[in-house]
């Protein structure tokens, strides 16, 4: 299973940008799909999270400035971000428990991509 992660990049203060995260190999289904950042010199944290069904928790901070949404047909999460502040910098990393086709479950990492906030 591999999780490729996309669309970081460098924004100005106040600015949006879009995360994506496919999912591929072999997966029978994905459980819970889920973000997380790791700012410099700093532990990663847990952004937000989302069922297969679409519910969807978030991180105090990123409540109502981020949208987490996923597409189960495409096996893909996104992260919507706006109003973007400096202190959002980070690399940002997607996750998602899988259950593989011979039913083994485990979870995954995609590796990173870097968002950078210029203020």
């Known amino acids: 299973v591999q999780l490729q992660a996309s669309g970081g990049g460098l924004v100005q203060t106040g600015g949006s940008l879009g995360l994506s995260c496919s999912a591929s190999g072999n997966i029978f289904t994905i459980y819970d799909m889920g973000w997380y950042r790791q700012p410099p010199g700093k532990r990663r944290e847990l952004i937000a999270t989302?069922?297969?069904?679409?519910?969807?928790t978030y991180m105090d901070s990123a409540k109502d400035r981020f949208t987490i949404s996923r597409d189960n047909a495409k096996n893909t999460v996104y992260l919507q971000m706006t109003s973007l502040k400096p202190e959002d910098t980070a690399v940002y990393y997607c996750?998602?428990?899988?259950?593989?086709?011979?039913?083994?479950?485990?979870?995954?990492w995609g590796q990173g991509t870097l968002v950078t906030v210029s203020s």
């Open positions: 996750n998602a428990d899988v259950m593989t086709r011979q039913l083994l479950q485990d979870n995954y």
């Open positions: 989302i069922t297969v069904r679409g519910e969807a």
